[in-house]
């Protein structure tokens, strides 16, 4: 990632992914929270961050919020922030490592495992000999097939240690055991089923990691962050968390799960909330309630665009239009960024013109608006007209959420239909 000086730059600069750790200082913008929570004292990431040092609280967090709102970088930051302090923690990508059409609750415990051997890895804890036999038990047969080529291939060894590169050999066995997870449907059966007959045993052995860490560290817990659970669909997150939320949120150690903001509204996370300290990151508010523009949320997204690049290199006005039309999502006003600007580069151009940006909005508008019918007309202007607080369909409102067509923001918890829907809306006759 580089700073944009140039149109043709601007791609590399606002790439969809959240900043890394090491991209923190150059790029992060570190005074949103203020404009997300109407109030420069509360912040959902410093809460869960104060409790994840504190060994006496509770160990599970879903963490709410829209797609696009910036929440993978604020655990980022927070996750730079706790290494600072001495924490070791793990940030596991489950859009990257599963299958998340096909996903279990089992696969998030053997993922744990990984992660937590990553960590006694990484700070060259001395794990109990009995605590790693039992690893290599629970999961011996597939150990033995590793430790049996490597032999064969010259590798390691004959005699396998327990002690020394014991921890390297199990993680080979997790790297394909994540494959077989992804994409061999066969043989992730057998193992959630070996591990939804022993949960019980494995959890326990997940404890006993921990444990051991936390002597190697002074005390402080491991740390887990389940990212891109919040792009589950409906069915599979309630299949993942609702029937073994008791299991999930009984760690031993601070775990974070991204979770479906839309599903906030649906009477079964009521069950969710007694298990889970639930935070939610709003987005950053470009309007008020009231309808008139909020002038420092509009500012604060400037300055997010400003840590990436030139202000210049947009013509007058543009930014700010971008900004109005995607109601506060970061992700939105990415695309729309980087669609405009590569328009303005096949012209030529050393800036990005009203024209370019009027045509990513377009662009925008487009795919937001395939996932609204119209029946839904009547319920999002209902929205839009006034009724930002009360609404009585929770469904309707669930699916409007879940598409991103109805947005959701801070302080009272309120919503607007998404101002490239209201556009289109208007152009239909509303």
């Excluded at 949960?199 to 990691?209: A, H, M, N, P, T």
């Excluded at 930002?388 to 302080?411: D, F």
Aim: proline letters at 2%; aromatic letters at 10%; a negative charge.
């Amino acid at each position: 990632m580089k700073y944009a000086n140039h149109v043709s730059e601007v791609l590399n600069a606002f790439l969809q992914d959240p900043l890394k750790e090491d991209q923190m200082d150059k790029f992060y913008c570190d005074n949103t929270m203020q404009y997300r929570m109407n109030d420069k004292y509360s912040s959902p990431i410093e809460d869960i961050f104060d409790m994840c040092r504190n060994s006496e609280s509770s160990n599970a967090f879903l963490l709410l919020g829209h797609r696009g709102c910036g929440k993978s970088t604020e655990l980022n930051h927070m996750t730079e922030k706790l290494v600072s302090k001495g924490y070791h923690v793990r940030t596991i990508m489950c859009s990257r490592d599963l299958d998340l059409l096909n996903i279990v609750s089992s696969d998030l415990f053997i993922l744990m495992g990984e992660a937590l051997l990553e960590i006694a890895e990484e700070c060259k804890c001395k794990i109990k000999k009995d605590i790693l036999k039992e690893i290599q038990d629970f999961w011996g047969e597939r150990i033995e097939t590793i430790t049996s080529q490597e032999i064969k291939n010259g590798s390691i060894e004959t005699e396998l240690s327990i002690e020394t590169g014991f921890i390297s050999k199990v993680l080979k066995v997790f790297g394909k055991i994540k494959a077989d997870l992804k994409f061999n449907e066969e043989i992730r059966n057998e193992h959630r089923k070996k591990i939804s007959i022993c949960f019980s045993e494995w959890i326990r052995l997940l404890s006993q990691v921990s444990e051991e860490i936390s002597k190697e560290t002074g005390g402080k817990k491991p740390i887990i962050i389940f990212e891109d659970l919040d792009k589950l669909n409906p069915e599979d997150a309630w299949k993942v968390f609702l029937n073994y939320a008791a299991i999930l949120s009984g760690m031993s150690f601070p775990v974070i799960y991204t979770f479906p903001i839309a599903l906030s509204y649906d009477i079964k996370f009521s069950a969710l909330e007694s298990y889970f300290i639930t935070k939610t990151l709003p987005m950053i508010k470009i309007e008020k309630i009231t309808g008139e523009p909020y002038q420092e949320g509009i500012h604060i997204i400037q300055e997010i665009v400003k840590k990436r690049a030139k202000l210049d290199l947009f013509e007058a006005n543009v930014l700010v239009t971008m900004i109005e039309f995607t109601g506060g999502s970061l992700r939105d006003l990415f695309f729309v960024i980087n669609s405009a600007a590569k328009r303005a580069e096949r012209r030529k151009s050393d800036t990005i013109s009203i024209e370019d940006a009027e045509r990513a909005l377009e662009e925008l508008k487009t795919v937001l608006t395939r996932r609204i019918e119209r029946k839904d007309y009547d319920f999002l202007k209902d929205i839009y007209t006034g009724n930002k607080e009360q609404i009585e369909n929770k469904q309707k409102l669930l699916n409007m959420l879940q598409a991103s067509v109805v947005l959701e923001y801070n302080g009272k918890r309120w919503h607007n239909v998404h101002p490239l829907v209201a556009s289109f809306l208007k152009e239909q006759g509303w």
